[in-house]
């Protein structure tokens, strides 16, 4: 088993240190031959426009697509971006899951946030009931999720957090700014 993790900008070293953490091989990607071999790759948080940019001007885009067809793909925030079909406004994206994002949608004022989300899904690894606590930063709003895309978490107030779309996963917060490592086992479910 071994998890790339796009290291264009962001923090992919957060990712990689979780991974280390549950006792998974991962790998920095910077070049398409270098997702040879991979069982999912993660694409980390950062700035959605920057980490595009970058990955047209490595060659990345499509070899990236072509992986999304057959392996694991997981976006947290900007990659979640990434993800997407549509961001309301033109920036390069992979545009493998059904979902339209809305960009630094919770707003200035709250920059940043935690909320405790019921995650049964993440729970029943633990066999008890734990909420998970989600970190938020500049967030995107997944507004909306159609086709074959599934909604997997809200915040309370609604919003949709967290997207799947057979073996690819967007979530708007950052599961690796945390010490809980359960998103990433549940990606690694995705991977099998
Ligand atoms: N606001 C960033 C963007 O739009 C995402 C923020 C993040 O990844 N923490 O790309």
Redesign the pocket.
Known sequence: MEIGVLALQ?DFAEHLSILTQIGVKGREIRLPEQLEGLDGLII??????T?GKMAVDFGLIEPLQQFGLKKAIWG????A?LLSKDVHGKQPLLGLMDITVA??AFGRQVDSFEIDLSAPFLEVQDGEAKPYRAVF????IIESVYGRAEVLLKVPHGQIVAAKQGRLLATSF?PELTEDDRFHSYFLELTR
């Not at 947290?76 to 990659?79: F, K, P, R, Y």
Request: aromatic share 0%; charged share 15%.
């Open positions: 962001g980390p948080g950062g700035e959605s426009t980490i947290t925030c900007a990659g971006i960009r630094n930063i500049r967030a995107p950052h």
